[in-house]
């Protein structure tokens, strides 16, 4: 869906006929000079090329229009000298647009910043600040072997710190379960202006519909959960908790922030640990039509019969035939063909556990006008 998608924040990275959006806090000559260079992954395959960055636009496509960036975590306060966490990780799951989650980068002027990548597959990617070829140099599999060896629980610790002060020399290292050490996974060196503030996040990057609000990684993600836990920065050579001290809590304060994804909570879980849950939704559909030759009028009435609220809901279904929505009450309609959306309003927003909502529409066809049964509620989550 969002083949060709772009970086609203920085520049994007041509990366094998892709394109890779850079990350958050992405402004700056340490991401907008992006030249070619090749490094080889850590286990031992082809060396990849990156590219020249450009500004692109995203492809059009049909009832789509602009790109979002959302993110949801800790930030870091400047003065610190290092950062680690565990990361849950969800093989299997990937999405045509980009999810970095979690992502690690401790900020004051840290040369590296270290995620999971859930594109066209999960990996682990490095990108380096300093190097004046800044950008992506390194990107592991995050396949059974790695797992193996460093996330044999389906999460795996890592630590970004600074090991030359004189250089600005920083080093990445992931906890090694099965020899209980550190192996370094890359080191770089160099000046790295812009941000003294580092972050603790889930990131996404989305193509989305002004009227849904959906983009692609919300539905691909349905029932996926992103955790991030026991962060910890390293000051004046100490490891101390990640707290009100040193970062404070971005994560979602209302449905709105939840671009691209109505239906994802960003929750805090401690002082130091956050976990963003996309839930598989419940809900139940009653559909009645009564007509006349040529036209019709349906009521709906959608039921949450999950455990949690529903906020900022989207009802989606694939008429059979040719049937077209002319006007709609208590919810707001996009129909491209047979595919048709219909998002609340903002008095009926809000669908508690066991509440109802009720809506409906007009509408012409010819032929025959057969019910649909096909419904999903925003993230794709079928109704009954």
């Known amino acids: 869906m969002t083949t060709g998608l772009a970086a609203v924040c920085g520049m994007a990275i041509a990366l094998a006929g892709g394109s890779i959006p850079a990350q958050a806090g992405s402004s700056g000559a340490g991401r907008a000079a992006v030249a070619e260079a090749s490094q080889q992954a850590a286990d031992g395959r082809p060396a990849f090329t990156i590219r020249p960055g450009l500004q692109s636009p995203p492809l059009p496509l049909p009832g789509w229009s602009g790109q979002l960036h959302p993110d949801y975590g800790f930030e870091i306060h400047a003065g610190v000298t290092g950062a680690r966490a565990r990361h849950s990780i969800n093989p299997g799951y990937s999405t045509g647009d980009f999810i970095y989650s979690p992502t690690l980068y401790p900020g004051s002027h840290s040369c590296i910043e270290l995620y999971d990548n859930y594109h066209d597959g999960l990996e682990l990617w490095v990108w380096d600040q300093c190097d004046v070829t800044g950008g992506l140099h390194k990107l592991t599999d995050i396949d059974s072997t ?14 970004i710190v600074k090991t030359n002060a ?11 379960v099965t020899t209980s050490t550190w192996d370094v996974l890359y080191t770089t060196h160099g ?17 989305y519909n002004p009227v849904t609000t959906v983009g692609d990684y919300c539905t691909k993600s349905r029932g996926h959960v992103w955790k991030a836990s026991g962060i910890k920065v390293q000051i004046s050579g100490s490891w101390v908790d990640l707290g009100p001290s040193n970062s404070h809590w971005r994560g979602l304060n209302t449905p709105d922030d939840a671009y691209g994804c109505p239906s994802v909570t960003a929750v805090r879980d401690a002082a130091n640990g956050y976990t963003v849950t996309n839930p598989t939704l419940s809900c139940e559909v009653t559909y009645s039509a009564s007509g006349w030759s040529g036209g019709f009028t349906a009521n709906i009435t959608l039921k949450n019969t999950g455990p949690a609220p529903v906020n900022k809901w989207t009802l989606n279904w694939d008429f059979a035939g040719n049937q077209t929505i002319t006007s709609t009450w208590n919810g707001i309609t996009t129909q491209t063909g047979q595919h048709v959306a219909i998002n609340n309003e903002s008095y009926n927003a809000i669908i508690n556990p066991g509440a109802t909502v009720n809506f409906g529409f007009q509408a012409g066809y010819t032929g025959t006008n057969t019910n649909p049964t096909n419904f999903t509620l925003t993230n794709g989550s079928p109704c009954t």
């Open 146 to 159: 790695f797992r193996s060896k460093y996330a044999p629980n389906s999460a795996y610790d890592f630590q």
């Open 166 to 176: 004189a250089t600005n020399e920083w080093m990445a290292s992931v906890y090694n």
């Open 191 to 207: 000046n790295r202006g812009g941000d003294t503030f580092g972050w603790a996040i889930f990131e996404a990057y989305t193509g």
